[in-house]
């Protein structure tokens, strides 16, 4: 698949199922990863993966972080809450370790963890695999950040869900180009 392909093609998967990708086929996509824009060269992406039963215990973790955000969730949220991880074969949860003081502004650190995540999606795509984006309350969460090594300055971009597409949405129309662009002559 060539790259404009990828790019026009790619759509977030509604269900997975096994295969995920390989340690080989995944090493790749999270090498596309870290090929993203890098004002200051600050490689501010970090992969934690998730496979296997590290997904269950993970989770354990999201329903802890979600009873203490919400002491009086009902017990179906809860369980709704350990199942998320259990959506795909793979998880990549993407981070940014932000510097605070640094010359290169936080949102441009942001940015770059964000077109990574984009490289991932893309590259799981061109690889045949299917992937999902997720966020929510438990990337915000200083406990779930604290759990997966982290440190309360640093961002979770996103739960990068990834392996075979079960289902795929229907493919969304190409939305009309000159409703988003102008030209500015000055």
Partial sequence: MDAIDALTTRRSAAQFAEPAPDDETLAKILGAAMRAPDHGKLKPWRFIVLRGDARKRFGDVMVEAMKRREPDAAANMLEREREKPLRAPLIVVLAAAIKEDHKIPVVEQLLAAGAAAENIMIAAHALGYGAAWKTGAPAYDNF??????????DAIVGFLYLGTPATMPAALPQPELSSFVRHWNG
Avoid: M, Q, Y
Wanted: hydrophobic share 30%; glycine share 10%; aromatic share 0%.
């Fill in 144 to 153: 779930v950040k604290e759990t997966l090594g982290l440190s309360p300055s």
